[in-house]
């Protein structure tokens, strides 16, 4: 069962990505520059953000399974859509519903979670859950490659869109929302309730702290993996295609490694989760350091290694969910999730758009010759985000410390809470 959910996470996480290896394709096909191409990925994730807290509102309403098998029917639509694309605007289009089914995947399957594994096995789950469905995306790197340069643009995306019709029967026949039980409905919620629901969810420190941590660990992985990757390690590093689209696929590979490491420490020491991504924001901050500063194109240890800290981020990113699910009753628990979910897509965004601002603006006039220069540039902006976030980590978990001191005071216990 949790096998189907997390399959159709993947497949969604494969159409997200599936643009990152195809940039500089688009940019022919379409007849586009760096900030239309951004553009794609801008409102996917700009619809993906948006949809997040109604997504939540919809699964605690309507459960996982219904609100699943929709997200997997508008994917395959879209990426059917976008494989027959002749425009750019009917392409925005395609990819503008792309997001809306990617964002009603994630949500879902973290909320099946608590419904079928005990307590004790939640966090080592739920990360297992966001790093397996993250193979989707080696799928969208060196497979697509080939794909795109063997069957062509429209082949290759009717080919991947065809997967969605086959895991929605295998969601319908095998995935219930808890045991014994294949629909789990919520109870209505009038306007005003929805209001004070979300209202109790966001003024929970817990929440904020969630969102923030989500908003600083994962936005350099989802700018590598979803556009500018690719042109990156190509353009600026001097990578061939082939060697550039294995490196994509470290990250994912880390992040599976990663994973599991990152929901046992969530598990056995939850006090601690804030200060380890506190420190993963360093590390990535430290090591894309050394690659723009290096003189000329880093060397490919020094790539490996990014791409492996980058690729640890999103794992880390999860410690946002957890510190939600601790800090929020079951009854909003997907309503919070989405909340947290927004940060990270929020930041990736944000960045992916003005990287793209960056490049034209470095490289007046050009659609692929951006320069090393230029890119090094552009992605230097990463590093106001890490700033911001780092500082508002800091600032909500003293938020968390001090409430939680309170209520162990309350009961009489001498735990010093670490959040």
Known sequence: MWGIAVAVYGLAVFHRSSLAVAGLVATERFDIGASQLAAFTMLQLLVYAGMQVPVGLLVDRYGSRTVLCAGALILATAQAGFAFADSYPLALLARTFVGMGDAMTFICVLRLVPSWFPARRVPLVSQLTGTIGQLGAIAAAVPMTWALGHLGWSRAYLTAA????????????FVHDVPGQRNLRGTALEPREVGRSLKASWYQPGTRLGFWIHFSTPFSSHLMGLLWGFPFLVTSEGLSDTLAGTLLSVTVVAALAAGPVMGIIAGRFPWYRSTVALTMIAVIASVWAVVLLWPGAAPLPVLLLLMCVVGIGGPTSMIGFDVGRTSNPPARMASASGIINQGGFVAALLVIVLVG???????????????????????????????????????????????????????????????
């Open 357 to 419: 601002w960056i490049l034209d603006w470095r490289t007046p006039g050009a659609s692929t010759s951006y320069t090393p220069e230029a890119f090094h540039w552009a992605m230097s902006v990463q590093y106001l985000f890490w700033g911001l976030g780092a500082v508002q980590i800091w600032r909500h978990r003293r938020d968390v410390r001090r409430r939680t001191t309170r209520e162990q005071v309350a009961s009489g216990s001498s735990m010093v809470a670490d959040l």
């Open 162 to 173: 065809l997967v969605g019709p086959v895991l929605i029967v295998l969601l319908l026949l």
